[in-house]
């Protein structure tokens, strides 16, 4: 009987239950059992609340639920565990509720708090929703910022800004170089695509505008739901390109 119990005990361990919701493939058995481990009867550290809390927070963007989502995002930042990691979701869910000037400040303090190796990333999303949403000038420096502090990711961050200018207004040269960089690095392969087909909108190469544009919305929108909902700015932007090619292509043809 006591081992019965003891192993009771264990199936519903908080540390057992974040595996099991990390593990889940629907957001409602990942809800399921982050909220378990939530309401384990046990003192929870603040490591394990944090990724517990985090896994629920997914599943409510899985589920578009970008109300709940912040909510939780808030419980998230005030563990203080991962601090940047939690403002960048916090950043993400206010997106989905079109509250642009609340991601833009999630961001930027994700950016301040962040270890070095993170800082990039997120100093490339602030830059990509700045520039996604119509300020390309602010987007420029926070692009450029993220290739000073970045890697092997340094190719598409150039390009961005490099985009980013152009969208400012300014005459840019390089478009060429940029987009064989970016062509030649690993960093061109996912993400990359819809920077490359921006890149070659940018220069008149329409062929492979389409190819690139439609390969990246074809990858974000035909696999995993918080893939889809994380990039619905770009989706959206690579969508309006490809009607604009559409029309091109109709005029040609006419």
């Known amino acids: 009987m006591a081992r019965g119990r ?3 005990l264990r199936a519903t361990a908080p540390e057992v239950l974040l595996r099991k919701a990390t593990l889940a493939r629907t957001s409602v058995a990942r809800a399921k059992y982050a909220q378990r481990g939530l309401l384990h009867a046990g003192e929870l550290d603040d ?3 944090m990724m517990l809390l985090r896994q629920l927070y997914l599943s409510h963007m899985e589920g578009r639920r970008f109300a709940e989502a ?3 995002a808030g419980q998230m930042i005030a563990c203080n565990v991962m601090p940047d990691v939690a403002r960048q979701d916090a950043a993400r869910a206010c997106l989905g509720l ?3 000037h609340e991601a833009v400040q999630h961001l930027r303090i994700a950016s301040r708090v962040s270890p070095a190796a993170r ?3 997120h100093l490339w999303t602030l830059g990509t929703v700045l520039y996604l949403n119509g300020n390309p000038e602010d987007a420029v420096g926070a692009l450029e910022r993220a290739a000073r502090w970045g890697t092997t990711d340094k190719p598409l961050y150039l390009a961005q800004a490099l985009l980013a200018r152009r969208a400012a207004g300014e005459e840019v040269t390089g478009l060429a170089s940029a987009r064989e960089q970016l062509e030649d690095a690993p960093c061109g392969q996912g993400y990359g695509q819809f920077v490359l087909g921006e890149l070659a909108f940018a220069q008149g190469d329409m062929e492979a505008a389409r190819r690139y544009l439609t390969a990246f919305v074809r990858r974000t929108t035909e696999g995993r739901v918080a893939l889809e909902v994380a990039l619905a700015l770009e989706i959206q932007r690579a969508r309006h390109l490809l009607r604009l090619l559409r029309g091109k292509a109709r005029r040609r043809a006419g």
């Open 119 to 121: 800082r990039a990333f």
């Open 98 to 100: 079109g509250n642009i």
């Open 6 to 8: 003891s192993a009771a």
């Open 70 to 72: 912040l909510e939780v």
């Open 47 to 49: 490591t394990t609340r």
